[in-house]
């Protein structure tokens, strides 16, 4: 696979992937490997710091609890390494433009006159479902998904959950803390309680679990399972399927709990 | 970065990614390394079959106007060389489980006996507008976004256009057929024509081709930029970052026709 141009003074803003560090892609991992600065949030997998060990490591994500890194501080910093011409890695999980605010650090880089280039990630949107057994469509159960963000949507006035609850499968990033939210949400505006639902949490990775029912029943079963973060919320009857695919694969051991009736 | 365990036996449904052959994954690759068989899709490109030189290539991809392979076929051949103890690689373009058929490769597989494991690949849906400049969601502009492909789009009643129509990020992928048809079901469900719009021809290649405009104008401004296909369209306010950040980056030279208003 031919090596990409690098160039330093230049912030390459790459997707990390949904956690599983062989999951990154391979231009991301060429351009990691050059790397003199890397930028990182919590989710990155540490096996991908270990490809750039030269290069500065700098932590820029949010600890539950803790005081985190203002975006204004990670665009600062971004722009005086790259000011320096270094090659700067702004590493993201999932992909950078999917609630990365990759739209943002563009724009702050481009304000400053700093060139940069984003390469594109496997989103968790998409890859979690999958692990699990669920394609997000199916010639049968979905012809549409749509995407949102658990982390924010209790505070968010701008989300069109009557429009949300009418796309055959609705996938929730970060839906673990929100979850009674978003399921009460979808229930007010008219989804079944019976509607397949599941919670992935540690998607791709060896440690990942689901826990598989309803739109009724999803909230006391990840309760009683007592799941951890990051997790991602999957609706709708492409769900189902993660009772057949989801067994079937050689690395899908996956412990489900519960079953759409 | 380890190698995965590759078993004799099994197919790997790998998603090849969104059109630069290095937007696939390390894994996919690493798992296309160890390919005795190769079974891909017309959008694969064909270095990546290069990186699988001495496996056997089966080309089952539709061509515009041939007779295609059908999908029963696909599973036959995928099962009878899975049951003679190789190596099968299934590559499929973009992501496995976003409108490529992994879910019913699965299910066949499955009903045969036959095992199987789904890497996943970066998707154009996400993918492609990003190299355009364009990020699905941003704080300031999308919350949500949804997707659908044009391919079977006049064909389908099962699409809620009207929920469709008020996500704020909505992304048609293969589109370019079906633009008219897309862009009037829209319309009619009460978007306004003043909704910015892009359609992106081979994405994340050299001869990638951006026509931005609106709902109201991009038809006509794609057809007298004489764009091929696959492309993708993407409607919501995140558009018009694309003449801002899909300017600015090194690798991003995309030729911009007709602007929002």
Redesign the interface.
Known sequence: ??E?IV?PG?VYLV?A??G????????G??VLHRAQVVVYDRLVHP?LLK?APAAEHIFVGKQPGDPHVRQGEINALMIARARARLVVVRLKGG?????G????E??A??AAGV?????????AA??V???A???????R?A???????GH??PG?T???W???A???TLVVLMGLRTLPVVVGRLLEEGASPATPAAVVASG?LAEQRTVVGTLGTIAALVRQAGIGSPATLIVGD?VR?AE??GR?????EVETVGAPT
């Open positions: 696979m031919p990409p160039r230049t997707g992937g949904p599983d560090p062989g999951l990154i892609t391979v231009k991992l060429q096996a490809e992909d950078p433009f999917v609630f605010r990759g739209g943002e563009c724009e880089l481009l060139p940069f280039e984003v390469i594109p990630g496997v989103t998409t890859a479902p999958a692990a057994g669920i394609p997000v469509t199916h010639r159960h012809s549409a998904f749509a995407v949102i963000t924010e949507c968010r701008d989300l069109d009557e429009a949300l009418r796309i055959p791709t492409v399927l057949r695919i079937a694969g050689p690395a899908q």
